[in-house]
């Protein structure tokens, strides 16, 4: 609690800045952020693939009734398509970040096409919402030592996830509620979706409804419900804290 009173006085720049210097360089090739410790009755739910319609408003109602902000991993031709709906979820309080602007697998891109895949999402979220987070998601999880170098090299910071709800494969929710509740530990970054990087309009209504369902149920069992920057924050703070101790 004294780590999250001290992380609430710090400017996110500030907490930011020292979430990086205490970061062993060594540790930087190929790091990924991926959650909190386990058993810490957090939860971060992401969602990837959006902007998109009408889903990603229906999930902007499901997280306004229960007053949770999530965090929202776009990609930059729907943001350049529907700009208004990035807007809104910025306008609702929840972090969106660059997840490419047309969802290669890095994998197999060349650092040139990484660079310009990163560059491009990025203008595209600074031209709709202005002023965003620095997080970045690479698209399927593919990424290289060197796509992870370039990411950090344009200020980025690669976000993973801990449990996946397995929702790109059209099953209903139920089957998205199950995988996730198999998988919870405490701490974790929830992988979900509310478009698709095949087409825009995908339906993922059983995302949201999914979404619904979990946010009811882990509330109900104590947890609370953070952003991906706030999560790293707290980390950061704690990193802070230990080191002076
Ligand atoms: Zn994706």
Request: glycine share 12%; charged share 20%.
């Amino acid at each position: 609690m004294g780590g999250f009173v001290l992380g609430a006085g710090l400017t996110g720049a500030a907490v930011a800045a020292g979430y990086q210097c205490m970061a062993p360089r060594g540790q930087w090739y190929g790091r990924t952020f991926t959650g909190l410790q386990p058993e810490s009755k957090q939860m971060a739910l992401t969602y990837d693939d959006g902007p998109n319609d009408p889903h990603t408003f229906r999930l902007l109602e499901v997280l306004a009734k229960h007053d949770v902000k999530a965090t929202f991993f776009l990609i930059g031709r729907f943001v350049r398509q529907r700009p208004d709906i990035a807007r809104d979820l910025v306008r609702a309080g929840h972090v969106v970040g660059n997840h490419t602007f047309s969802h290669p697998n890095l994998i197999f891109a060349t650092a040139k096409r990484t660079r310009a895949e990163l560059t491009t999402c990025e203008h595209a979220l600074s031209d709709a919402v202005g002023e965003h987070s620095r997080l970045f998601r690479p698209p399927f999880g593919g990424r290289r030592p060197n796509t992870l170098r370039i990411a950090r090299g344009l200020g980025l910071e690669p976000v993973m996830w801990s449990v996946t709800g397995g929702d790109w494969k059209g099953k209903p929710a139920e089957f998205v509620e199950r995988k996730v509740g198999q998988h919870v530990r405490g701490g974790d970054v929830i992988l979900l979706h509310d478009g698709s990087h095949a087409a825009f309009g995908a339906d993922r209504s059983q995302s949201v409804i999914a979404t619904d369902h979990l946010i009811a149920r882990y509330r109900s069992e104590g947890y609370k419900f953070l952003t991906v920057q706030e999560m790293m924050e707290k980390r950061a703070v704690s990193s802070q804290l230990s080191a002076l101790s």
